[in-house]
């Protein structure tokens, strides 16, 4: 990486501040304490500066885990960069931690640099219980003697100076140092504050901008450190925001006006945000009885005119997986979020995983075709929104759009988007049926027909769940049946003819290919570009349509030596003694891609409940080609 380093003209003369391309900062603390509220302050406030930004949360597995626990971290993961950035990178650069137990937690873990600086809470050393101030020490002496340089700071003294309980202060002193350690524009800090603290009285503000200022000041005058992570303002507007707030943005785009759901984890969120604003624009947000009732009221609100969506993750969709047989034997248009979290059963609710794809192609009983993409980015979650509802209406089909908590939670930045009356729903169409219509008319070539609504004259009929025919009587006879399937697959061939091939990221031939869907593509790219740059041919290949998947893919990996996966889920590990050519389980896509193609795809997953690191992916490709080349 490159620096430059320089003197700070400031009260502080031995303040070396050094220029870097980017930096990774950890902010972590007990829940309550408002960590991530901080970090994720701090990456507006970078964003805003011009700078790329990156934040990934630090989401403990309980709701309320014990206070000082090595599994109870809960904070804020920040990259930023002097250009665009696309995933959460490598270890951190910096750590800031609110007491040396949630600290321990991210160091086991191995999410931090070899020399890292540390910036730890020192309060609990002089701790009345003698338990607490020997395990300070005893993590102190261990961070110390791993290389670590560690700052120890007095965060709850200078707090209380300003405000009586220091752990709802902390959080905002420590943003503070930061602003300071990162030459940040404090006007724009301190309007940071006044936005997320815009509902309450004028004092909170004035509390937490004394307390952001103190914290300036402390590093200031104590740290003989800083950084600078050089910016360019954007010359157009810009949104920095999650992937689940980009998807509920994208539900208001695209003109859908009912969301049912039922509360789960990492998806709730989404629904949060329309219960706030959907009214003003005539939305309805549902929060029916459990994950059934929700799939059901979705079917109900579509059948009668409207294209209506639901939200939910793993659990939830395999709850609501019956009834999404039906709006597919119905062939009811609907919208599905799984925002998709560590499994199975109530797995890892608060970590990343993208286990859900195969259930959401393959889900269901019977022969159940359904749409199924997966939105690569944050600005990518807004925009799948308005596609998937203009899939599902044009198709009368179910669209499943697969997230995971790691755009989900996730903020960056991208340009504003400029509303097009095209991403709307058009009108509900409540003119007469002409004579002859049938309910099913199916098109022989594409499968499709005219929707009749209720309501329509000349549109009456009976819907069911059974198999039916294009009048929609229960079908009994084979012929009949096999025509309903038939008609129903055809959708997905339709769709596919319209589908555009996804571009090859590098060259367009070489020694490797790595194929990626979902959230993962920032950082399989970001490692394409490493390995290019250090002379290895290797390219990737990102999936958004996954069913149907666009014309060209086979072709393209074929010009490739070998092809491989990098997936956030399970596949088997060739080093394990147990596991041979005839009995590994590969991973998700490589499974699909292998019997489709018929190409030899290889395929590195993990399955550790965080987003894949470029630099994980880098050291195993490096190792893999050098194999590779011995053979």
Known sequence: MNAAVETMGSRN????????????????????????????????????MGNGVWTVEIIPAEIQPPARSVAGAS????????????????????AIAFNEQVLLGRVNAGELKPDCIILL??????????????????TLDRLLADGYRVHEVPMESECRKLVPDPR???????????????????????????????????????????????????????????????????????L?????????????????????????????????????????????????????????????????????????????????????GLAVMAEIPMVVINVQRGGPSTGQPTKVEQGDLLTVIYGSHGDAPKVVMAPSSIEDCFY??????????????????????????AQTQFPRPQFAEEWQAPPIDQSPVPAGSKPYDWDEFTGLFQRVLPGQPGGMHTITGLAHDRNSRVAYDPATNEEGLRHRSLKLAALQRTLTTPEVFGEPEGDLLLVGWGSTRG???????????????????????????????GEIMRRFKRVMTIEDNWSDRLDDELIDADNRRYSALA?????????????WSQSRGQPIKPGTVVAMLRSKLAEHQEK
Request: hydrophobic share 45%.
């Open 13 to 48: 003369a031995a303040k070396k501040v050094v220029t870097l391309e980017e930096h990774i900062v950890e902010i972590m603390s007990d829940s309550g304490e408002g960590a991530q509220k901080c970090g994720q302050s701090f990456g507006s406030i970078a964003a805003r």
């Open 75 to 94: 904070g804020n993961r920040i990259r930023i960069g002097s250009k665009r950035i696309t995933n959460g990178g490598d270890e951190a650069d910096i």
């Open 121 to 138: 809470e020192s309060v609990w050393a002089e701790s009345s219980d003698p338990k607490i101030a020997a395990q300070y020490r005893e």
């Open 168 to 238: 709802k202060g902390k959080n905002m002193f420590v943003l503070g140092m930061l602003c300071n350690l990162y030459s940040m524009d404090m006007d724009l800090a301190r309007d940071q504050i006044a936005f997320i603290f815009g509902k309450k009285a004028e004092k909170v503000i004035k509390s937490n901008v004394a307390l952001l200022e103190a914290g300036h000041a402390w590093a200031e005058q104590n740290l003989e450190f800083g950084f600078r992570v050089p910016a360019v303002r954007a010359t157009e507007p810009q």
């Open 240 to 324: 920095v925001i999650n992937g689940n707030t980009a998807i509920a943005l994208g539900v208001l785009a695209s003109g859908m006006d009912i969301c049912a759901m039922y509360p789960i984890t990492p998806a709730t969120s989404v629904s949060h945000y329309l219960s706030d604003v959907f009214e003003r624009v005539g939305g309805l947000v549902h929060q029916a009885e459990d994950e059934i009732a929700a799939a059901a009221f979705t079917i109900g609100a579509s059948y009668a005119g409207k294209c209506a969506l639901t939200v939910t993750s793993g659990p939830g969709y395999s709850l609501k997986q019956e009834a999404i």
């Open 384 to 409: 799948s929104v308005i596609t998937a509802r203009k899939i599902a209406e044009t198709f009368n089909m179910v669209v499943v759009i697969l997230s995971d908590s790691a755009l989900a939670t």
């Open 523 to 553: 950082a399989i790219e970001e490692s394409v570009t490493r390995l290019a740059a250090e002379g290895y041919s290797v390219s990737s290949l990102h999936l958004t349509f996954i069913q149907p998947m666009p014309s060209g893919i």
């Open 591 to 603: 499974m699909m891609l292998r019997s489709r193609y018929l190409v030899d795809v290889d395929c």
